[in-house]
T-cell receptor, first 115, second 110 residues
């Protein structure tokens, strides 16, 4: 158990819909990273928050947005869903602002299926 | 900008060695290595920093060549438990992104 909690674990929805994925980082961790992993593919960096502020964005679609709240939990919002958005979405947390301060702890992921 | 990993896949017999490479076209700030087993989340193996020493995790070690901007992961005397997909993650100075390579799938057979 990494200490990172993601909900829901599985989600099935239809094209055009909107979903929210939630992540609670490990106690004390200030950084939250979001990654997308399509079937048997690599980990695509989406966005990084540190202590409530956005630090970096990857190739995140305009239909996707995220935020980190004062209690440090984070939400990833996906709207106008398309079939190609089906993937496993991982959240990871770490203590520092930059990755050289230590490891990323990954949650178990939220598997999104768009039909 | 994602690092480039090679090879894409490797098949080993128990006890054999393998090397996985991770290359960047830009100066690196840090390199992370993770292993992901099928259906599970990635798990941290080690981190290498500029000017840092070679790291080890059990019989897995890694090095960081700053001149070449390349890191190598060494699987020594491989065990069945080493099977999985290995990802390197890289961050550049003032980047705040940890971007991962496409991964190297390692299969260790008895």
């Amino acid at each position: 158990d990494s200490g990172v909690t993601q909900t829901p674990k599985h989600l099935i929805t239809a094209t055009g819909q909107r979903v929210t994925l939630r992540c609670s980082p490990r106690s004390g961790d200030l950084s939250v990273y979001w990654y997308q992993q399509s079937l048997d593919q690599g980990l695509q960096f989406l966005i990084h928050y540190y202590n409530g502020e956005e630090r970096a964005k990857g190739n995140i679609l305009e239909r996707f947005s995220a935020q980190q709240f004062p209690d440090l939990h984070s939400e990833l919002n996906l709207s106008s869903l398309e079939l190609g958005d089906s993937a496993l979405y991982f959240c990871a947390s770490s203590s520092g602002e930059v990755s050289n301060t230590g490891e990323l702890f990954f949650g178990e992921g939220s598997r999104l299926t768009v039909l | 900008q994602q690092p480039v990993q090679s090879p894409q896949a490797v098949i080993l017999r128990e006890g054999e060695d393998a090397v996985i490479n991770c290359s960047s076209s830009k100066a690196l700030y840090s390199v992370h290595w993770y292993r992901q087993k099928h259906g599970e989340a990635p798990v941290f193996l080690m981190i290498l920093l500029k000017g840092g020493e070679q790291m080890r995790h059990e019989k897995i070690s890694a090095s960081f060549n700053e001149k070449k901007q390349q890191s190598s992961l060494y699987l020594t005397a491989s065990q069945l438990s080493y099977s999985g997909t290995y990802f390197c993650g890289t961050e550049y100075v003032n980047d705040y992104k940890l971007s991962f390579g496409a991964g190297t799938t390692v299969t260790v057979r008895a």
